[in-house]
């Protein structure tokens, strides 16, 4: 069965994410549930007090409390240097009339100066605060890229799981078909008598040969298949081929069942045709019906059409053999005298 596909858009829109609310994420080979927490915590982990005050780490996130602290803790010295500058200043006015006027001066402008630095540490910690806020939303646009990431191989391994259920379909219409075909083939065996030798057609795709799988046991009568791994292997022996076409004479032993030790001629290599006959297995060769051919001949005894002959011996009026005379015309014909046919393999069954 199809799994059925459920897209994350497909699915009704949450009022409200709770905080142990479950996301799919893989971690190496394994794929797992975490929490919304937890993901925006491994892609950005917030900074601390100490890390958010020190501001040398750019890789954690700023919350408004560190945000706050950072601040508080760059410009507090800048106050604490701004208030003492302005007691010296106090104390300088009080004391210009004398000789240290001057130093109080002094005091004056060093104070300035320390004001000034606690300005641009202000803005230094501001910065600072602007590049968490900057890395945060590249934090963001990360989490929601692996989201995509995790939806598209959610999706890929829905189309795979499709294709899979398809292809296992196919597998088992092809299964069922070869089983059918195998007990097709099996219950045509069974109907044949041992020592029955019969044709099948098996050129034609799909024509099903008899399975030596089971107790019945099948020979193909064709000569040079009693190797390994090949049709007759181990059910015939003493294979016998003896002269050329079209008189060739094959036989070979029978291994096994009620005909064992038994000669069977292998008439799928003679090529030769089975006929009824009261005596079973004799083998006849070729020969033509004795008949004769009378000679047209003119009244003055010459042949009238010699062409339409070939001169080579006939008989008389009486069926006496009359020896031949003139001279032989041209031959045709091939190399063997058959009718009209249309070839099979022929199998007999031995056990």
């Known amino acids: 069965m199809a799994l059925q596909l459920v897209k994350p858009g497909d699915l009704p829109v949450a009022a409200s994410v709770d905080t142990d609310a479950a996301l799919v994420v893989q971690n190496g080979d394994a794929v797992e549930q975490a929490t919304p927490a ?5 892609g950005r982990p917030i900074a601390s007090e100490v890390e958010a005050v020190t501001g040398t780490d750019n890789t954690k996130a700023m919350t408004p409390l560190t945000v706050r602290q950072a601040i508080d803790a760059d410009t507090s010295g800048a106050v604490v240097q701004a208030q003492a500058a302005a007691d010296a200043a ?5 004391d210009a009339e004398s000789a240290e006027e001057q130093t109080g001066l002094d005091a004056l402008a060093t104070a300035a100066d320390r004001v000034q630095t606690g300005l641009d540490a202000a803005a230094t910690a501001a910065d600072r605060v602007q ?40 597998v088992q219409t092809g299964l069922d078909a070869a089983s059918a075909a195998a007990d097709a083939a099996a ?12 044709a099948l057609w098996d050129h034609i795709t799909g024509c099903p040969v008899p399975s030596n799988a089971g107790t019945a046991k099948f020979i193909k009568l064709t000569a040079g298949l009693t190797g390994a791994g090949q049709y007759n292997e181990g059910l015939l022996t003493s294979e016998s081929v003896s002269g050329s076409a079209p008189a060739i004479t094959a036989t070979a032993v029978i291994v096994g069942g009620p005909m064992d030790g038994q000669a069977v001629p292998l008439v799928n290599t003679e090529q030769a045709f089975i006929r009824p006959t009261t005596t079973s297995g004799v083998l006849q060769t ?3 019906l004795s008949h004769r051919h009378d000679m047209p001949q003119g009244r003055d005894g010459t042949l009238t059409n010699p062409g339409a002959f070939v001169k080579a011996g006939y008989s008389n009026d009486s069926g006496a053999a009359t020896a031949p005379t003139g001279t032989a015309l041209g031959l045709n014909g091939g190399d063997e005298a058959r009718p009209r046919n249309r070839s099979a393999t022929f199998y007999m069954r031995i056990l």
């Open 90 to 94: 106090e104390a300088s006015a009080l």
């Open 131 to 170: 590049t968490g806020l900057d890395a945060a939303a590249t934090g963001a646009d990360a989490i929601a890229t692996a989201a995509d990431r995790v939806q598209t191989g959610l999706d890929a391994a829905a189309t795979d799981a499709d294709a899979i259920a398809t292809a296992a379909d196919r």
């Open 286 to 288: 070729s020969q033509n």
């Open 187 to 198: 219950a045509a065996a069974s109907l044949r008598a041992i020592g029955e030798p019969f």
């Open 38 to 42: 937890q993901i925006v915590d491994a």
